[in-house]
């Protein structure tokens, strides 16, 4: 059985990005905030499909169909490790387009790793922040 740390943290993402993150294609994670965290933290698939306009794209793009796509589960493991102002440049490596870059935090992304099977968290998240393998209490 894999070892589970109910100390790590987990950050919520939207489908497709969240299966592109682990898979190690999405290295840059596209946030309106900066973020102080830096190191291994979990990723969490969120019940919505992203609306995002390039999503149609990146499924096609991927191979990947939206109905197939585990949601409401830990898909894996990413490290955070950095954090600065989005450019136009972080398009590619975050599948988004330059435009939706503007005013916005690139989240750098590195050691990908996703799990063999998703696993179901044990509470439910509370934002885009949440510890999947501690209980509620």
């Known amino acids: 059985m894999m070892f589970l ?7 919520c993402v939207q489908q497709p990005w969240a299966e592109l993150i682990v898979r190690g294609i999405k290295q840059i994670e596209i946030r309106s905030q900066a973020t102080t ?3 291994p933290i979990y990723v969490y698939a969120t019940a919505p499909l ?4 390039g999503t149609d794209r990146n499924l096609v793009k991927h191979r990947l169909t ?4 585990p949601r409401q589960v830990v898909l894996g493991t990413v490290h955070i490790l950095d954090c600065r102002r989005a450019t ?10 330059g435009a939706s ?10 050691e ?3 799990f063999e099977e998703p696993i179901p968290a044990r509470s ?3 934002g885009i922040w949440f510890y999947p393998f501690r209980e509620q209490g």
Do not use: C, M
């Open 88 to 97: 136009s440049q972080d398009a590619r490596q975050a599948l988004v387009t």
């Open 101 to 110: 870059l503007r005013q916005k935090h690139a989240w750098l992304l590195g």
């Open 66 to 69: 939206a109905e197939e796509l």
């Open 5 to 11: 740390d109910t100390n790590r943290i987990a950050l």
């Open 112 to 114: 990908p790793q996703a």
């Open 50 to 53: 992203s609306r995002h306009p």
């Open 37 to 39: 965290v830096r190191g």
């Open 124 to 126: 439910a998240p509370y």
